[in-house]
């Protein structure tokens, strides 16, 4: 079946540096979303990406999507403390019936 | 806009009883709601899509008989877990999607606990 592979499972950083997670699709996607989830909270939606080799940018979030539509990354620049949490990349190949798979996750800590 | 409620955020129940989760979207129509399965430091299993009107469909390895799902208007369904066993104790994550566009909004969980 189709899977969702994202790495890596942790990163820790100092604050101000820079973090990057990676999503890889086993088969090719209609769209994929990004979700940030907070220690003991639930799954908020980041994005989502349609277009091929699209980039979408919130602030110090740069989010791209691969030309085959197949991968995806998140990256982010400048760590803060309010970054904590884990992040989630979730593809839809289904042809948009919703039917997300979602990656392990890229848990995300950040030294002050 | 687009929120979507749980209820309840916990429940702690014996082994052998069932539990009801309902999913809420408050302010926007949900065609379709998502009921998802996370289990500790993991990640967010699909267990079941449901549309309004019609029978859920189930994912793969989850027993349809075990985790009943209705969908029986726009802006509800209900998980119920039947017989709970210990092993069914997780968070239980539903999504709603409206008639437009990818973005699924999720809910805020249920801590189920079975003893």
């Known amino acids: 079946g189709q899977q969702v592979m994202q790495i890596p499972q942790y990163q820790h950083v100092q604050e101000g540096e820079d973090f990057t997670t990676y999503c890889n699709s086993s088969?090719?996607?209609?769209?994929i979303q990004w979700y940030k989830q907070r220690p003991g909270g639930h799954p908020v939606f980041l994005i989502q990406l349609v277009k091929s080799g699209e980039v979408k940018k919130q602030k110090r979030l740069t989010f791209q999507f691969g030309e085959a539509k197949k991968n995806s990354s998140l990256h982010i620049t400048a760590t803060q403390t309010t970054d904590v949490g884990t992040y989630f990349c979730?593809?839809?190949?289904?042809?948009?019936?919703?039917?997300?798979?979602f990656g392990q996750g890229t848990t995300l800590q950040v030294k002050p | 806009g687009a929120v979507v409620s749980q209820h309840p955020s916990w429940v702690i129940c014996k082994s052998g009883t069932s539990v009801k989760i309902e999913c809420r979207s408050l302010d926007f129509q949900a065609t379709t709601m998502f009921w998802y399965r996370q289990f500790p430091k993991q990640s967010l299993m699909l267990m079941a899509t449901s549309n309004e009107g019609s029978k859920a469909t189930y994912e793969q390895g989850v027993e349809k008989d075990k985790f009943l799902i209705n969908h029986a208007s726009l802006t509800l369904s209900t998980l119920t877990v039947t017989s709970a066993h210990p092993e069914d104790s997780s968070f239980y994550i539903c999504s709603a999607r409206g008639t437009s566009g990818y973005t699924q909004y999720f809910g805020p969980g249920t801590r189920l606990t079975v003893l």
């Open positions: 088969t090719t996607l209609s769209n």
């Open positions: 979730a593809g839809d190949s289904s042809g948009n019936t919703g039917k997300l798979i």
